[in-house]
């Protein structure tokens, strides 16, 4: 069993930056691949960006490449969302999630999500 805990979310003007975080319990958070994925109001749940188990393989979406990284740290169960030059249409609720398979899918577990605002 693993349990995600997101933090790092708030409010931030447009330009700024915010760092997410995303702590695992259990002793096997190095056997998961671990995402971001983000939800909007109104809208779907849509992928923001993933890491391979080691952490060297990251996937982007297109909306959020050359603004957003992805990395993780094993030692600490904690994988992280950097988020740089951000723009009004990235607050959303910003969730973490991990799967036993490299393409995230199925997604094993769910964190909570934390709130990202940015006002423009």
């Known amino acids: 069993q693993v349990q995600l805990v997101e933090s790092g979310g708030g409010l931030v003007q447009a330009g700024g930056s915010l760092r997410l975080s995303c702590a695992a319990s259990?002793?096997?958070?190095?056997?998961?691949?671990m995402g971001w994925f983000r939800q909007a109001p109104g809208k779907e749940r849509e992928f923001v960006a993933s890491v391979s188990w080691t952490g060297g393989t990251t996937f982007y979406a297109d909306s959020v490449k050359g603004r957003f990284t992805i990395s993780r740290d094993n030692a600490k169960n904690t994988v992280y969302l950097q988020m740089n030059s951000l723009k009004s249409e990235d607050t959303a609720v910003y969730y973490c999630?991990?799967?036993?398979?490299?393409?995230?899918?199925?997604?094993?577990?769910w964190g909570q999500g934390t709130q990202v605002t940015v006002s423009s």
């Open positions: 259990g002793r096997t958070f190095s056997r998961y691949a």
């Open positions: 999630a991990a799967s036993r398979t490299p393409a995230l899918v199925p997604k094993d577990y």
